[in-house]
């Protein structure tokens, strides 16, 4: 994988690519836009950049994207998030510069996650999503706790074929059969 900037504190490394693995996040705050707010999913980077660069929040990876919409009609990710490097930094709640960009703290997460290679679209997240959904069933130990998502480690500037992200799914464990 290609490491362009560093991940926010207390985040566990990225997974191996086409291995299903559960890994814990830590509570964190991120700033995150909708594809609705930023006119289409090709300029939610550029509002979020926005947002750090008025606020002097460092850059780190991964991005975040949720894919939980429709996928017969979505053209895109709904949202895109920017990590801040600690939960301490900024305050949450709407950017008064920019409505459309909303600081939120996330709390603790317990995932299923598969590194994948690929473009950060449609096709490598379908793939992703597949892998966990086929370990989900496999491991009826564990159930969907919410929407996938997917976090992508590299910038525009690093080409489709090199890229790295996982795909994940938050979980909990099972609750057992009723007796």
């Not at 814990?24 to 999913?41: C, E, F, I, M, V």
């Not at 895109?76 to 950017?95: K, R």
């Not at 080409?159 to 464990?173: C, D, I, N, T």
């Amino acid at each position: 994988m290609i490491s362009e900037a560093k991940l926010p504190a207390g985040f566990p490394p990225p997974g191996p690519v086409g291995e299903v693995i559960v890994k814990t996040y830590p509570a964190h705050r991120l700033a995150r836009t909708s594809s609705d707010a930023a006119g289409g999913d090709n300029r939610m980077f550029m509002k979020l950049f926005g947002h750090i660069k008025r606020n002097d929040i460092a850059m780190t990876a991964p991005v975040t994207m949720d894919w939980s919409g429709d996928p017969a009609t979505r053209k895109g990710p709904e949202s895109m998030a920017f990590l801040y490097a600690q939960p301490s930094l900024g305050t949450a709640g709407p950017d008064p510069a920019d409505a459309g960009v909303v600081v939120e703290d996330i709390p603790e997460v317990v995932v299923a996650s598969v590194g994948v290679r690929g473009s950060y679209g449609e096709k490598t997240f379908r793939n992703g999503n597949d892998a966990v959904q086929a370990w989900l069933t496999q491991h009826p130990e564990w159930q969907a706790a919410g929407p996938p998502r997917m976090l992508a480690y590299n910038s525009p500037f690093v080409p489709g074929f090199m890229k790295y992200a996982e795909v994940q799914l938050p979980v909990s464990p099972a609750k057992p059969p009723a007796k």
